[in-house]
Every structure is written in C-alpha cells, then in structure tokens.
C-alpha cells in the first residue's frame, strides 16, 4: 500500500488530567503523534491508559489541557462547539464498540445518514460501499435485526460514505467474537486504503495492531 505524505492528523505536547476525589490525574503527559493520508495506526496501552481520552479529544469531545491537534490545516482548539460538530460530521469517521447506530432507521439510511447531513452523498461511492460490505441483502432491515458484526460494518460504511480525512475508530471489534473480528478488521483496512483517509484504531489486541501499517503504545502518558 502507498502511504501518502500529506499529514493529515498531528498531536504536539498534548495534555490532559481529570479531577477525582480531590486530586488531580494526569492522563496524557506531552502526546506526540502524526498519521499521514493512508496510514494505519493501531494504538495500544494498558486499561485506563488514556486511549479513549486521546481519541475523544482529536475528535474535539474533548477539550486538551494543553498542547495542540491539527486535522490537516485546522487547529481544533481553535474550533468553537458548533466548528467541532461540523468537522465531525464533514471530515471525521467515528466507529466505537458500541455501533452507536439509529433504531429507528434501517440499513440504507443508518448508511447514508452522515453524509446527507454533510451534504456529501455520493451515489456511486455508497453502492460501491454497500457491495464491499456486503449489506445489499440488508438494506430494509433495522438494527435490531442485525448481527454485530453486520451492524459493525454498517457503522463502518457510515463513517466512510463522506470519505474522512481521518477515520477513528475506539475498540471496533471489542464486541465481536474473533472471525468476525478479522473479517471487519480486513473491510475496514482495504476500504481505508481505497478512500486514502487516515486511521486510528484504539485496540486491546495486539494481534489485531499487527495488521495495521504501525502499532504505537500508549503507557504512562507518553506515547512509546
């Protein structure tokens, strides 16, 4: 796979810490990171090591203590709330371990429902995405009535239909037996590849961070 020199995510110094009980934890210390236009990156670390928290605050859920993040040219702290919605909604694809999917809506609009928003629906690229996750048989069913796995790669396919400069992703397969678990890790790799945007995986599994293009650990605050 190519890997493309435009950065599209950078992470300088960043910190955060929470207050509990009184006293202050320090959950990033000085985060240094940098994906470029179709890389991978799978991220590590031990529970509560601050992985969520890292992937929160890219996505502007969050606000940093200290320290910068950049999506391609915008500086997200910089960003008001309605500036962070909008480059949620036009630049970033969220998929966590929860599909996070709408009940009331069946396959087709689930898929859809970001990039109408966004005013991005590209008819081509949602059949193109429909075959590649073999939903074309689903489309007229509801989230209930769909495995995990299926649901997962509907969330995927959601993520990806306004084609992201960046694709995050929190424990994606944490609810998904092992099989299945490849199979969606596999899609989403190859479709990463095809739309050229960049990806972070937060995962327990370092099996899973083998097959993305680089695997960086988070422990003690510092990314190693």
């Avoid at 529970?47 to 910068?68: F, N, P, V, Y």
């Avoid at 796995?149 to 995050?168: D, E, F, H, N, T």
Wanted: glycine share 10%.
């Amino acid at each position: 796979m190519t890997i493309g020199h435009q950065i599209v995510l950078s992470v300088r110094n960043l910190t955060k810490a929470y207050r509990s009980a009184g006293e202050e934890i320090a959950v990033l210390r000085g985060v240094n990171l940098s994906i470029t236009a179709g890389e991978r990156v799978a991220l590590t670390g031990e529970s509560g090591s601050g992985k969520s928290t890292l992937l929160h605050l890219i996505a502007g859920l969050d606000q940093a203590d200290s320290g910068e993040i950049r999506l391609d040219d915008t500086l997200i702290s910089d960003l008001s709330d309605a500036g962070r919605a909008a480059m949620r909604r036009d630049r970033l694809g969220l998929v966590f371990q929860q599909f996070n999917l709408i009940p009331s809506l069946n396959v087709r609009d689930n898929l859809v429902f970001q990039s109408r928003i966004a005013g991005r629906h590209d008819a081509a690229w949602h059949a193109e995405l429909v075959e590649r996750l073999g939903l074309g048989d689903l489309l007229n069913r509801y989230p209930e009535q769909l495995s995990g796995g299926q649901q997962q790669r509907v969330a995927i396919g959601r993520s990806l239909a306004i084609k992201p400069l960046l694709l995050l992703a929190d424990e994606p397969t944490g609810n998904l037996d092992e099989a299945t678990a490849d199979d969606v890790l596999a899609l989403t790799r190859d479709l990463v590849t095809r739309t050229g945007c960049g990806f972070l995986m937060v995962t327990h599994s370092t099996r899973l961070a083998a097959t993305l293009d680089r695997h960086i650990n988070l422990s003690a605050g510092l990314v190693a």
